[in-house]
């Protein structure tokens, strides 16, 4: 088992910045990726961004300059820094653990890839 827990949702107003955190624990040697996911009011939920073991980084291409993943393997921790937050940024923010088969970067993004789950952060970007 893995087990997730995000931090740093907030209320912003549009132009300002975030950073959320995913602190990952448990069986973590089971893993390879984590992801960021985001659902807002009545859409599904999409990928944002991930991280490989190795490093290998894919941020959805719609918010590439304004999304930034990273991790501090010594803490198993996972961030995403978002800058110039817009209205239709808001949304919850959930991480995501798993270890998508066949091409990494195809399936990075890809919500049924992902086995454990954490509850989720609000970020709410007023304009």
């Known amino acids: 088992q893995v087990q997730l827990v995000e931090s740093g949702g907030d209320s912003v107003q549009a132009g300002g910045s975030l950073r959320l955190s995913c602190v990952a624990s448990?069986?973590?040697?089971?893993?390879?990726?984590i992801g960021w996911f985001r659902q807002a009011p009545g859409k599904q939920r999409e990928g944002v961004a991930a991280?490989?073991?190795?490093?290998?980084?894919r941020v959805q291409e719609s918010l590439q300059g304004r999304f930034t993943i990273s991790r501090d393997g010594a803490q198993n921790t996972v961030y995403l820094q978002m800058d110039g937050l817009k209205a239709e940024d808001t949304a919850i923010y959930s991480c995501?653990?798993?270890?998508?088969?066949?091409?990494?970067?195809?399936?990075?993004?890809?919500?049924?890839?992902?086995?454990?789950w954490g509850q989720g952060t609000q970020v709410t970007v007023s304009s």
């Open positions: 991280i490989h073991n190795a490093g290998y980084k």
């Open positions: 448990g069986y973590t040697t089971s893993i390879c990726s």
């Open positions: 995501a653990a798993g270890c998508p088969g066949g091409s990494w970067w195809t399936g990075a993004l890809t919500v049924d890839n992902y086995r454990y």
